[in-house]
């Protein structure tokens, strides 16, 4: 028995009954280790589709596409700065202090894009809201970030904060310092977001369409579906999807 139906048989009990489970922390970490590397395998899938998908490199501008980090995720970390000194806060240990800032499911570019990717086992709503507004202003600020005060971020792996910033200024030169770039329509960046999905209703691609996401759905891998032809998948979803208030 695993985690999951652990916590439907516990629903069913009747209230004079009990379920005892042997070693349940090693339980519980054998579920989580799944999950983990189901999720991983959504984003490697998902990514590898993302290169070579040819209707998506074309929708990207029609050059090849490259992703750092072997197409693996990658986390940024963001230092907290002293308002006095302007540098690096420490804690009392004497230690930086820093935080988890964003991590991307993918990240890649091309010669006029740098696209962040997401992978989701099942699109709804909530996700399409948050890529577009809270996801999209964070790798914003991250961009920016980089090439202004690079001392204040490090990415895991550590050498793609490196590779990113040289993209940044050479590629991307001075594209990325104007500090109310997040006021800009996402069609007037040079960004793209990309979402995948496990599931992916018609219903949740043309709210990608709405939000200027591309919308990458399952056909035994994933495949890029224009606005204008959104693809049924064999699940389906009552979510009405996100509405502008939502962000």
Same mark, same amino acid.
Request: charged share 20%.
């Given at each position: 028995? %695993?985690?999951?139906?652990?916590?439907?048989?516990?629903? @069913?009990?009747?209230?004079?009954?009990?379920?005892?489970?042997? /070693?349940?922390?090693?339980?519980?970490?054998? +579920?989580?280790?799944?999950?983990? %590397?189901?999720?991983?395998?959504?984003?490697?899938?998902?990514?590898? !589709?993302?290169?070579?998908?040819?209707?998506?490199?074309? !929708?990207?501008?029609?050059?090849?596409?490259?992703?750092?980090?072997?197409?693996?995720?990658?986390?940024?970390?963001?230092?907290?700065? /002293?308002?006095?000194? +302007?540098?690096?806060?420490?804690?009392?240990?004497? $230690? /930086? *202090?820093?935080?988890?800032?964003?991590?991307? $499911?993918?990240?890649?570019?091309? $010669?006029?894009?740098?696209?962040?990717?997401?992978?989701? !086992?099942?699109?709804?709503?909530?996700?399409?809201?948050?890529?577009?507004?809270?996801?999209?202003?964070?790798?914003?600020?991250?961009?920016?970030?980089?090439?202004?005060?690079?001392?204040?971020? +490090?990415?895991?792996?550590?050498?793609?904060? @490196?590779?990113?910033?040289?993209?940044?200024?050479?590629?991307?030169?001075?594209?990325? #310092? /104007?500090?109310?770039?997040?006021?800009?329509? *996402? $069609?007037?960046?040079?960004?793209?977001?990309?979402?995948?999905?496990?599931?992916?209703? !018609?219903?949740?691609?043309?709210?990608?369409?709405?939000?200027?996401?591309?919308?990458?759905?399952? %056909?035994?891998?994933?495949?890029? #579906?224009?606005? +204008?032809?959104? #693809?049924?998948?064999?699940?389906?979803?009552?979510?009405? @999807?996100?509405?502008?208030?939502?962000?």
């Amino acid at each position: 028995m %695993n985690y999951t139906d652990a916590v439907k048989t516990i629903k @069913g009990l009747p209230a004079n009954q009990y379920l005892f489970l042997h /070693d349940p922390i090693a339980t519980l970490a054998n +579920e989580v280790h799944f999950e983990k %590397n189901y999720s991983f395998g959504i984003e490697l899938q998902s990514n590898l !589709a993302v290169t070579s998908d040819q209707e998506l490199r074309h !929708a990207l501008g029609g050059s090849p596409l490259t992703l750092f980090n072997e197409k693996q995720p990658v986390l940024f970390w963001r230092y907290k700065k /002293d308002p006095d000194t +302007e540098e690096r806060q420490t804690s009392t240990a004497g $230690d /930086d *202090i820093k935080e988890k800032f964003l991590e991307a $499911d993918g990240l890649g570019v091309n $010669d006029t894009k740098l696209v962040f990717i997401e992978s989701k !086992a099942c699109v709804i709503g909530e996700h399409i809201c948050a890529l577009g507004s809270e996801r999209l202003c964070t790798l914003l600020i991250l961009l920016r970030g980089l090439v202004v005060e690079p001392q204040f971020y +490090e990415s895991e792996p550590p050498e793609i904060k @490196g590779e990113l910033i040289e993209i940044l200024n050479n590629k991307f030169a001075g594209q990325f #310092t /104007d500090p109310e770039l997040h006021l800009q329509p *996402i $069609d007037r960046l040079p960004i793209a977001l990309v979402l995948s999905g496990h599931t992916f209703t !018609a219903e949740m691609q043309r709210w990608c369409h709405v939000w200027g996401i591309l919308a990458m759905v399952p %056909n035994g891998g994933y495949k890029y #579906t224009p606005p +204008e032809s959104p #693809t049924s998948t064999t699940s389906s979803s009552s979510d009405a @999807g996100p509405s502008s208030s939502d962000s």
